[in-house]
């Protein structure tokens, strides 16, 4: 019994021994051989880098569980494109190494079942996929833009798809010296125009563009405009030329300043044009930005005209001390060049004048106030100063007739040769305010005004206060004229001298009279009318006086105008005759320096502006 079952046990592992022997064999036998009729069983994709796995269907894995001696090989048929890296009897882990379209995976295998030998033999298709997502599109967010030189504009990417494995991109421009790009970047360089491309950096090809244009950005200069197209100018005189240049938005504005002939004139970089010869020049104003816009101007420069003589309003004057006197000069032609009068006193310690020719005098003697032009041409007024006396004043006022012990030449009688005269104080003043029945006061300051000399005598100015009838300029002008036999010349002084019976004895005295010359605008063809001499004013009552001498209406004076306390009818005349002003005003202004005859109404005064 014993050894029956030994027998048997020894039996049974013989065939065990048996049967492992041949599946050995028949297992190397068909992996050496590798059958070429393996049957498909799938196919399965993987990335480069990654790994898929593949499994046995469900059938063979439910045989292979019921089988035993079990044997089985997974490997793929080229390594290079895909590895089994694992696997189990029901799947493989394969790793994909290369992209390929195809390469295959063996499943080999052999088992028993029910005691019988089988065998499996199946291969899965594998495509291995590139792990590198190509760019399919690239886009750019302008594909046209504009700029200016100088200005620039950021282009952005966008490329396809979102999952591309390299979304590099690399940009270029076409004309590097009209635009440049960096990073997307545009910088316009000059005008002119460029294709600026962004291309994928991954090799695929793809690429997209955009035209810039680029402007220039000068803006030119369309126009030139000078404050001057022309101008006369004296030698040595200079005049300012200012350019507008148009548009304001240019982009350079300065200029140039020419001159086509710098021996008549030359002219700076600022404008300023100087006069050098006479002659005719033509100043040039360009533009420096190349547009060529110009603008000029004509310059005729003269020789200046010259002072040719030169006169004062006195030859001579008397004067006490503390007196002041305006003298005023004249220097023709009326169109000199330069005017300009220096005033000098070859005494100043008798007499001083100062730059508007006013004198005044210092102390008794004489002076010579002298008045220059710029030509070194002179004019002379001799100032004798008196010295001031003191004593008991003079009581000069009353009404008094006049009479003449010779009167020569008096044609027209206009004047008698008897004549009423009234002496008036005013403000302890004292003024011939009527002669000849004539209102004095309408035609000279307050009418004839008396320089006491506190000795008995008085001066009256009769180059200042002179005038005895006015009525328009139709009529004759009649004034006073004194005669100096002592000098053989006029003298500005008319001397009175208070008689010890009251009387009073006056200086001889010319009347002369004047005719309007319109043509002119002055008085002309002074004649003398009538020589008064040896006469002698007796005081008396004398009825009616008072009422020809009339109140004129008071004239404030200052500031080169007459003022009046209320609105009246005015007319203002030069002490030539040319009428000013006529109106009703209560002031008239610019008036310039000299003697006026302010009439109002039927009254007239002479009055100095100084």
Avoid at 142 to 155: D, H, M, P, R, V
Wanted: with cysteine.
């Amino acid at each position: 019994m014993i050894n029956n079952q030994r027998n048997t046990t020894t039996m049974r592992t013989t065939y065990t021994h048996l049967q492992t022997m041949i599946l050995l064999v028949l297992f190397f036998f068909t992996t050496v051989q590798k059958i070429n009729a393996s049957a498909k069983a799938g196919e399965a994709s993987v990335y480069e880098g990654y790994t898929v796995t593949i499994e046995l269907a469900d059938t063979y894995k439910r045989t292979l569980m019921q089988s035993t001696g079990i044997t089985y090989q997974w490997y793929s048929e080229n390594n290079s494109y895909a590895t089994v890296t694992s696997s189990t009897r029901y799947n493989a882990t394969v790793k994909g190494i290369k992209a390929t379209s195809s390469c295959k995976v063996y499943f080999k295998c052999s088992y028993f079942i029910d005691g019988f030998y089988r065998t499996m033999d199946f291969y899965y298709t594998i495509t291995v996929k590139s792990s590198t997502v190509s760019v399919t599109s690239v886009s750019l967010n302008q594909s046209s833009i504009s700029l200016k030189e100088g200005n620039t504009y950021q282009l952005y990417a966008s490329v396809y798809p979102t999952n591309a494995t390299n979304k590099n991109v690399n940009w270029s421009s076409s004309n590097n010296s009209v635009a440049t790009v960096s990073n997307g970047l545009v910088s316009a360089k000059s005008a002119g125009t460029a294709t600026i491309t962004c291309r994928a950096a991954d090799g695929s090809g793809k690429y997209a563009t955009c035209k810039v244009s680029v402007e220039s950005a000068t803006v030119y200069v369309s126009d030139i405009v000078l404050n001057k197209t022309s101008a006369t100018l004296n030698v040595g005189e200079n005049v300012q030329l200012n350019a507008s240049v148009s548009p304001s938005s240019a982009t350079n504005k300065s200029v140039s300043w020419t001159s086509d002939n710098t021996s008549v004139a030359t002219v700076s970089g600022n404008g300023l044009v100087t006069a050098k010869s006479a002659g005719n020049a033509i100043i040039t104003c360009k533009a420096n930005d190349g547009s060529g816009e110009k603008a000029t101007c004509t310059i005729t420069v003269k020789e200046p005209v010259k002072p040719e003589s030169i006169t004062l309003n006195k030859k001579n004057a008397s004067l006490t001390e503390g007196e002041t006197l305006q003298l005023t000069a004249t220097v023709n032609p009326s169109d000199a060049e330069d005017k300009t009068v220096i005033w000098i006193s070859d005494n100043t310690g008798v007499a001083t004048v100062d730059g508007n020719g006013l004198v005044t005098a210092m102390r008794a003697g004489t002076a010579n106030i002298i008045a220059t032009t710029s030509n070194n041409l002179a004019a002379v007024c001799t100032i004798t100063v008196l010295e001031k006396t003191v004593g008991e004043p003079t009581l000069w006022s009353g009404h008094y007739r006049v009479s003449s012990s010779h009167v020569e030449s008096n044609p027209t009688k206009e004047y008698q040769d008897d004549f009423e005269m009234t002496i008036e104080e005013k403000d302890g003043m004292y003024y011939i305010t009527s002669m000849f029945g004539e209102d004095l006061t309408q035609y000279n300051e307050g009418g004839f005004k008396l320089h006491d000399n506190g000795d008995g005598t008085a001066n009256i100015d009769v180059s200042y206060y002179n005038i005895l009838k006015y009525t328009d300029n139709d009529s004759p002008l009649y004034v006073i004229y004194v005669f100096d036999e002592d000098t053989d010349d006029w003298t500005d002084s008319w001397v009175l001298k208070m008689n010890g019976d009251g009387s009073i004895a006056l200086g001889d005295f010319y009347v002369a009279a004047f005719t309007w010359n319109e043509s002119e605008e002055k008085w002309v063809n002074g004649q003398l009318e009538a020589l008064y001499y040896k006469m002698t004013a007796n005081k008396e009552s004398v009825s009616g006086i008072s009422d020809v001498v009339m109140e004129m209406p008071k004239i404030h004076i200052g500031n080169g105008a007459i003022s009046l306390d209320e609105m009246e009818n005015i007319t203002v005349y030069r002490d030539n005759g040319m009428m000013v002003f006529s109106g009703k005003t209560d002031r008239v202004e610019n008036l310039s320096k000299g003697l006026y005859i302010v009439r109002i109404g039927n009254h007239s005064k002479k009055i100095l502006i100084k």
